[in-house]
């Protein structure tokens, strides 16, 4: 089981984080100047189940005056801000000020198990979301001490949606509806299922499993594997020679078809190191004496 805890966030604010220009013609940075009106947190298990989840507001009735008027408008027709001014809806709780809010936060991450990213153990919270750099930006200009609390790497989202369309487009990984409600809770535990979306469809599609626990996979170096996976391997170059020179030498469906036949016949390849690999793990726990040692095929 992994030390590293994912946790997810989202924040609803009153701007966007980078420099804008006011009404006014004052030049500000938006993490500052923007108030924070709430935070969700969701922590999750290492199947990306969520665990438990909290949402709590902050609100006070200067913030109107530092709002841009997009998100006024939207905060108003959703019913947020009204939610913040008589403490209802799904918070745990709104504060009038950020430090508060930071505490109930921080305590609630390590009364359930999350710590503090300690860089040296690799151990504690790693924050993920869409987009989630603007959601640290606010929390290191106005909550240093949780933004400090998790990892300074982060999981984006937004940026494996990105890589969907385009680098991993023969994926075939499905898009993921979202409602975009701009409610800090119903964002988070949407991002959350997009991200458990992915994961599930890119296992064992783009990225063979080569590298397992520092160990190179069904090679020399590593004492689980037999010769087979030489075999495998071999088998898996030779299918690529050949569909390179199918590509050269055949035109129409002919072609087509014995590529993709080749393709499905390579991927069912590397599966094969894969399972091969947890059948030696297996192995391994009967002790030293199990499975064929010469020949290893």
């Known amino acids: 089981m992994s030390n590293v805890m994912l946790v997810g966030c989202d924040l609803e604010t009153g701007g966007l984080n980078g420099y804008e220009t006011l ?99 690799k151990t504690g919270g790693v924050l993920f979301g869409n987009s989630i750099g603007f959601d640290v930006s606010y929390l290191d200009a106005q909550m240093p001490q949780l933004k400090d609390f998790f990892h300074y790497r982060t999981v984006d989202v937004s940026s494996i949606d990105l890589l969907r369309q385009t680098a991993w487009s023969n994926a075939g990984l499905p898009k993921v509806e979202k409602t975009y409600a701009h409610t800090a809770m119903s964002d988070i535990q949407e991002t959350l299922k997009e991200l458990g979306t992915y994961t599930a469809g890119l296992e064992g599609r783009l990225i ?27 088998v898996a170059a030779e299918l690529a020679v050949k569909t390179k020179r199918l590509e050269e030498s055949l035109a ?16 069912s390849l590397l599966k094969a190191q894969s399972i091969q690999f947890s059948t030696m793990k297996s192995f391994e726990k009967l002790g030293p004496d199990h499975g064929p040692s010469s020949p290893r095929i």
């Open 23 to 121: 009404e006014n013609g004052e030049r500000v940075h938006g993490a500052l100047h923007y108030p924070i009106l709430e935070m969700a947190f969701v922590i999750c298990d290492d199947k990306l189940q969520e665990r438990y989840r909290i949402s709590v507001g902050i609100w006070d009735e200067s913030f109107l005056g530092r709002m841009d008027p997009w998100a006024l408008d939207t905060h108003t027709k959703s019913g947020l801000i009204d939610q913040l001014r008589n403490k209802s809806g799904e918070h745990v709780a709104v504060y009038s000020s950020n430090e508060k809010a930071v505490r109930h936060v921080l305590g609630w991450l390590m009364h359930h198990g999350v710590t503090k990213y300690d860089r040296k153990a």
């Open 208 to 234: 063979p499993p080569l590298k397992i626990g520092g160990d190179v996979l069904m090679g020399r170096e590593n004492r689980y594997g037999w010769k087979l996976e030489e075999l495998l391997g071999k």
């Open 252 to 267: 129409g469906d002919l072609a087509d078809e014995a590529i993709r036949n080749n393709l499905r016949i390579r991927e």
